[in-house]
């Protein structure tokens, strides 16, 4: 008895020892080919969530960004320290980048990995106009910029010089550079190639945690449909002519109630642009700006200024509109000649119903059956004296004052008595097709 029990346990952890050497190594892959920006940092952060809660065995990032706001980044960079699986950044395939705020992306990672034929660097901070920060400003961003990425390059054992100048001098290394000169830890062509390269790696400090990624599942993930829309919906320019259809088509609405549709797609819009305002960082003043052009565009329509009013609204739109963003980097530039463009249509359009608004006031006033006097109809029933004519496009009772009018002969109307019988006579001009 105490035999088979024997044979029986040590069956069993000959089983589970069995398991537990031949299950492989689980590694999640998100890819991140895009802008940093609050979008793609909830994607990557709820990634990394992900690998923690679900125990894999590493995360990879496979970057390739051009950059962009410091604020999603920062959150990027707290997810990556923070996390207890080791959190590998791989910048692939061949022909990507890690540039700007990419770089502290890269540098904070456990593991930080390139494929030939890509690059890091120009990590310079810029004005929302691409251009450089002038002054003392300048020097507080740089200084702040440069600190941060020197000491994640010092905590993971990476080159600080080099941290150093990729902020002050937009340093720029190729792979193969880079990793001569200890920028990165890795180059691998394929992200397979890079698992099973790195395996067994202790990443050091501040984690100091050991790489089990050969023969690694793969778990491949990428941003969904509902991220990719909401990420472009955020795109400076887009929100700019958002905003401009929503508010035009509210005025529009206001000035002829019960046309539905300006007032639906502007509703629409307005919503949609308002979105990306509360996503991204915006400048106070240039709100304003944008606020008070609508205010004088919609103006337009009430004080006779001859147009001085709209050319005010446009110059207030133009400047709001490229004040609109803080700065951060030219990754969120608004595009000048759109605005330009959208501001001038928003002036023509504004103009026209202004101009023909005034055209239906200096209109004469006419109301009712007096409208009838004067026009010229067709007799559709013989008038002997009363018949039948076709007039402004409906029929009325009609008087001759004189003989027998034939049917399709053209009349005009003299007057209209109080039993809306029309009075008419011969007319010489012909009938207007109606």
Request: glycine share 8%.
């Amino acid at each position: 008895m105490r035999g088979f029990l024997f044979a029986s346990v040590a069956a069993l952890f000959l089983c589970a020892t069995a398991t537990a050497t031949t299950s492989k190594p689980r590694v999640l892959a998100a890819k991140f080919d895009n802008d940093v920006n609050p979008v793609t940092q909830s994607y990557i952060n709820e990634q990394i969530k992900r690998a923690n809660r679900e125990h894999y065995d590493a995360i990879v990032i496979l970057l390739d960004t051009p950059g962009g706001l410091s604020t999603s980044m920062n959150k990027i960079v707290k997810a990556e320290l923070a996390s207890k699986v080791p959190v590998i950044v791989y910048v692939s395939p061949p022909g990507s980048r890690a540039a700007s705020a990419g770089v502290w992306i890269s540098e904070a990672s456990d593991l930080l990995a390139m494929a030939p034929n890509t690059n890091i660097g120009s990590s310079t901070p810029i004005d929302v106009g691409g251009g450089n920060i002038q002054s003392d400003l300048r020097r507080k961003v740089v200084n702040d910029a440069a600190a941060s990425l020197r000491e994640l390059a010092r905590t993971h054992g990476r080159n600080v010089k080099w941290a150093d100048s990729a902020v002050r001098q937009a340093s720029n290394l190729g792979a193969t550079e880079a990793l001569q000169k200890n920028v990165i830890d890795v180059m691998a062509p394929t992200l397979p190639a890079l698992l099973d390269k790195i395996d067994g790696t202790n990443t050091g400090q501040p984690k100091n945690l050991v790489l089990h990624t050969k023969d690694a599942e793969i778990t491949n993930v990428d941003m969904s449909i509902w991220e990719k829309a909401l990420d472009t919906l955020i795109d400076p320019n887009l929100i700019v002519l958002f905003m401009s259809l929503g508010t035009l088509g509210l005025i529009v609405e206001l000035w002829n109630p019960g046309l539905i549709f300006p007032g639906t797609v502007g509703a629409i819009s307005l919503i949609l642009g308002l979105f990306g305002l509360q996503v991204l960082l915006i400048n106070a003043a240039g709100a304003l700006l944008m606020l008070l052009a609508f205010a004088f565009f919609a103006a337009e329509a009430f004080v006779p200024t001859h147009g001085a009013i709209t050319l005010a609204g446009a110059v207030c739109f133009v400047l709001g509109a490229l004040l609109l963003f803080q700065p951060a980097g030219n990754t969120y530039e608004v595009s000048i000649p759109l605005v330009v463009g959208i501001a001038a249509s928003l002036a023509a359009l504004m103009g026209l119903i202004a101009f023909k608004l005034v055209q239906v006031r200096k209109a004469p006033v006419v109301t009712g059956q007096a409208e009838l006097v004067g026009q010229v109809g067709v007799v559709r029933e013989p008038l002997a004296p009363v018949g039948l004519i076709f007039v402004r496009g409906e029929l009325w009772r009609a008087r001759a004052n004189g003989a027998r009018i034939e049917p399709g002969t053209p009349v005009r109307v003299d007057q209209i008595d109080d039993d809306l019988v029309l009075e008419v006579e011969p007319a010489e001009e012909p009938v207007p097709v109606t």
